[in-house]
């Protein structure tokens, strides 16, 4: 019985998946595990590479190639290799991500089968950027080794398990899956990881056994904090997330969510209007009922009319001169 399967997904990784798939082939482990990669039509050669591994490794590695992109950066060929799965458990990354140890699948396996309340269990991993952008860093400083629902929901956004670092048990995905609303959110991490807290803690293992690895192609450089878009989908995902907690973390999640608000207002399509960032102005302030001083400079920013600023600062300026004027 396949204890591990580990789900990858691909698309324009020619560069990348080779050092992937060999990093999983060097994994020493106790039980058999399984290689599902989904490849997202991709437009260079990595279907060649994949293709050729399966060839060399037809017992380990199985093949999901879309005929056309499933869309939603990756999201919807992920589910595809989930739903492919036939392992215990499922360990998932991205084509351009790689393991740093030979022992990863082994630790994080002993670690859920020796707590089965656990819904998931994850590790550190390295960031790196591909074209030596930034340097490298940890994903996370972290000391507790259990995080809960209160862990992962905050004023600003939560990101402290990297994708790579991520291990779950397929039959309690297969049986809660995704909620629906969650298909419509570019992020697939954020919501899951939240779903499976709510199922039980998740574990942690101190220790860097991956790599996450921005690259160009990849998703989180669609992650555009100056596009409208990219924006109004946060607000409606944590406007989701809140409905499905009940509002338990609503004065929290009001915040996070006024965050997104602020940042329309420097938004390419929306940085140089009026009446629109009025709206996203006021919306921001009633969410995150921001200090005085935040709140009169948003005001005077984004909320009086620039004619009226105008004629307030003419009156002002001449003000100050009839005032030098007496003086002298």
């Given at each position: 019985?396949i204890?591990?399967s580990?789900c990858?997904?691909?698309?324009?990784?020619?560069?990348?998946?080779?050092?992937?798939?060999?990093?999983?082939?060097?994994?020493?482990?106790?039980?058999?595990?399984?290689i599902v990669?989904?490849d997202?039509?991709?437009?260079?050669?990595?279907?060649s590479?994949?293709k050729d591994?399966?060839?060399?490794?037809?017992?380990?590695?199985?093949?999901?190639?879309?005929?056309?992109n499933?869309?939603?950066?990756?999201?919807?060929?992920?589910?595809?290799?989930?739903?492919?799965?036939?392992?215990?458990?499922?360990a998932?990354?991205?084509?351009?991500d790689y393991l740093?140890?030979?022992?990863?699948?082994q630790?994080?396996?002993?670690?859920?089968?020796?707590?089965?309340?656990?819904?998931?269990?994850?590790?550190?991993?390295?960031?790196?950027?591909?074209?030596?952008?930034?340097p490298?860093y940890l994903?996370n400083?972290?000391?507790?080794?259990?995080f809960t629902?209160?862990?992962?929901?905050?004023?600003d956004?939560?990101?402290?398990?990297?994708?790579?670092s991520?291990?779950?048990?397929?039959?309690?995905?297969?049986?809660?899956?995704?909620?629906?609303?969650?298909?419509?959110?570019?992020?697939?991490d954020?919501?899951?990881?939240?779903?499976?807290?709510?199922?039980?803690?998740i574990?942690y293992?101190?220790?860097?056994?991956s790599v996450y690895?921005?690259n160009?192609?990849?998703?989180?450089?669609a992650d555009?904090h100056?596009?409208?878009?990219?924006?109004f989908?946060?607000?409606?995902?944590y406007?989701?997330?809140?409905?499905?907690?009940?509002?338990?973390?609503?004065?929290?999640l009001k915040?996070?969510?006024?965050?997104?608000?602020y940042?329309?207002?420097?938004?390419?399509?929306?940085?140089?209007?009026?009446?629109?960032?009025?709206k996203?102005?006021?919306?921001y302030?009633s969410?995150?009922?921001?200090?005085?001083?935040?709140?009169?400079?948003v005001?005077r920013?984004?909320?009086i009319?620039p004619?009226?600023?105008k004629?307030?600062?003419?009156?002002?300026?001449?003000l100050?001169?009839?005032?030098s004027?007496?003086?002298?």
């Open positions: 019985m204890k591990v580990v990858v997904v691909t698309y324009n990784h020619e560069k990348f998946v080779a050092k992937m798939l060999d990093s999983l082939l060097m994994q020493q482990t106790t039980f058999p595990f399984e990669v989904g997202d039509c991709s437009k260079d050669s990595t279907v590479i994949l591994y399966q060839q060399r490794f037809p017992d380990q590695i199985r093949l999901l190639l879309h005929p056309k499933m869309g939603l950066n990756g999201k919807f060929n992920a589910l595809a290799t989930f739903a492919a799965a036939k392992g215990e458990y499922i998932q990354f991205d084509g351009d740093l140890t030979n022992d990863k699948l630790k994080q396996v002993e670690m859920m089968d020796a707590n089965p309340h656990y819904s998931a269990c994850f590790h550190n991993a390295r960031v790196i950027f591909d074209d030596n952008a930034a490298p994903v400083t972290l000391t507790k080794r259990e629902v209160d862990d992962l929901i905050g004023e956004e939560l990101c402290f398990i990297a994708t790579s991520l291990m779950f048990r397929r039959e309690d995905f297969a049986r809660n899956p995704d909620p629906e609303w969650t298909n419509l959110s570019t992020s697939g954020i919501p899951r990881n939240i779903m499976f807290a709510t199922r039980g803690p574990g293992i101190d220790e860097v056994m690895r921005k160009r192609g990849g998703a989180s450089f555009n100056y596009g409208a878009d990219f924006l989908n946060r607000i409606q995902l406007s989701n997330i809140n409905k499905e907690l009940d509002y338990k973390y609503n004065e929290t915040k996070n969510i006024a965050t997104y608000y940042k329309l207002l420097f938004s390419r399509e929306y940085g140089k209007t009026y009446w629109p960032r009025v996203y102005a006021l919306k302030l969410m995150a009922e921001p200090s005085g001083e935040r709140r009169k400079e005001i920013d984004f909320i009319p004619f009226v600023m004629i307030y600062s003419f009156l002002a300026l001449s100050y001169n009839l005032k004027k007496a003086k002298a």
